[in-house]
């Protein structure tokens, strides 16, 4: 069995112009960034007159006339993108597009750990001379549109059993998909971005690898195609805020708020899910997949420390840093304390035999700079246990959860 994995999306970026095709990327934002939202980006439609600025030099940018235009410049070896980028960017260019200076497509970025200013696409070499071409006899308006948060995502895995086909072309129609409705919500409205990712696991699986995508602009709604097959299990995780993926420049030790779905399964064709992720009230609580449970005389524990409206769940524990999580978790028998921890209340631990009343407490403060609603929150379960049962799970009332 051979398998292959495809994520598409809305195009982030694309130009049109009459007459010619130009199919422009976006420079690789781990050369620029940190995060995502460090990284320049067009969001919405734009009409640029473009304008030859050759290979970028400040007296060839001197020369030109930038202001609001579309800047195409020529790669050159030796010199960062960045470093011609951004001469075009101060002389007032609102967007570059850098073109391979041999045939095809050029990705290098000659490095030099600076962050770009204005959105900044590569061309081929081809796409560029085209482009020159036509500004030497005419003006030539490009139509940018940029789509910074996709509402649409097709995560695909197709897959070959038995012998695979000589010529391998899939059709995939949303039709014939797993619908999937996320409605991704945060603390605070506007431009918050988040990280998701959709894990596949085969019938022989027990572990699963897989990227973690920046989501912008939440919160908001979107919709996911996903490959239906009773053979394929699906799982998602997400958390907030963004996490960096690469670390050129100092950055703020942040507390995260990472979740995990409380199924792995199939789908089927056509099938149409709607689900939530941070959806409050957001508390402490058990691990769906690992429930409280006692067998013999050991209590068996993977309390979390996020659970959401949707049952997603996350671990939390006390930070290594200020303006972090601060947790506590305590397990009492009557009014004598057991345990106690401020890190992963997971594990097991020595009950008595007889019949005695348990109550757990779990508190969860998060003094994060991005925090600004329930930034406390408490959790009190009661149960009674004995030896006796091969295990058993522990309940508890809503009313026993508080949050402030």
């Given amino acids: 069995m051979v398998a292959t994995r495809w994520r598409l999306k809305a195009p982030e970026i694309a130009f049109s112009t009459l007459g010619l095709k130009l199919e422009p990327e976006y420079v690789d934002p781990v050369q620029f960034s940190d995060f995502s939202s460090e990284y320049p980006r067009l969001d919405g439609t734009r009409l640029l007159l473009a304008v030859d600025a050759d290979r970028g030099s400040a007296e060839e940018i001197k020369a030109r006339d930038l202001r609001g235009k579309l800047a195409v410049i020529r790669r050159t070896d030796g010199v960062p993108v960045s470093t011609q980028s951004n001469a075009a960017a101060a002389a007032g260019a609102a967007m570059v597009a850098v073109y391979s200076d041999r045939p095809g497509s050029d990705v290098t970025t000659g490095g030099n750990r600076v962050k770009l200013a204005v959105p900044t696409v590569r061309l081929t070499h081809e796409e560029g001379l085209k ?7 005419l003006p030539v308006p490009v139509m940018a549109k940029g789509i910074v948060a996709s509402p649409y995502v097709y ?89 960096s993926y690469n670390n050129m420049w100092p950055h703020q030790d942040t507390a995260r708020v990472s979740v995990s779905a409380p199924e792995m399964r199939s789908y089927e064709a056509g099938e149409r899910v709607g689900r939530t992720v941070f959806k409050q009230p957001l508390l402490p609580g058990v691990n769906p997949r690992n429930p409280v449970r006692r067998e013999g005389d050991k209590l068996r524990l993977s309390m979390q420390g996020f659970v959401d409206a949707g049952g997603n769940y996350g671990e939390a524990y006390t930070s290594q840093f200020e303006r972090g999580l601060k947790t506590d978790f305590r397990l009492y028998q009557g009014d004598t304390l057991l345990w106690q921890t401020n890190y992963l209340p997971s594990g097991s631990g020595t009950l008595a035999p007889e019949r005695a009343s348990y109550r757990i407490e779990y508190d969860v403060v998060n003094e994060s700079e991005w925090a600004k609603l329930s930034t406390r929150t408490r959790g009190v379960w009661t149960f009674a246990s004995e030896r006796g049962t091969r295990w058993c799970r522990c309940w508890w009332p809503p009313s026993t959860r508080r949050w402030t």
């Fill in 131 to 137: 482009l020159l071409e036509r500004l030497r006899r």
């Fill in 155 to 243: 995560d695909l895995y197709l897959r070959e059993q038995g012998r695979v086909r000589d010529s391998l072309t899939y059709v995939v129609r949303a039709r014939s998909q797993a619908r999937i409705e996320t409605g991704y919500h945060s603390q605070l409205a506007g431009d918050m971005t988040a990280n998701e990712a959709r894990y596949v696991f085969e019938p022989w699986d027990t572990l699963s690898i897989s990227t973690n995508h920046p989501m912008p602009k939440a919160p908001r709604t979107r919709v996911d195609y996903v490959t239906p097959d009773p053979d394929l299990r699906w799982s998602t995780s997400a958390g907030t805020p963004e996490r």
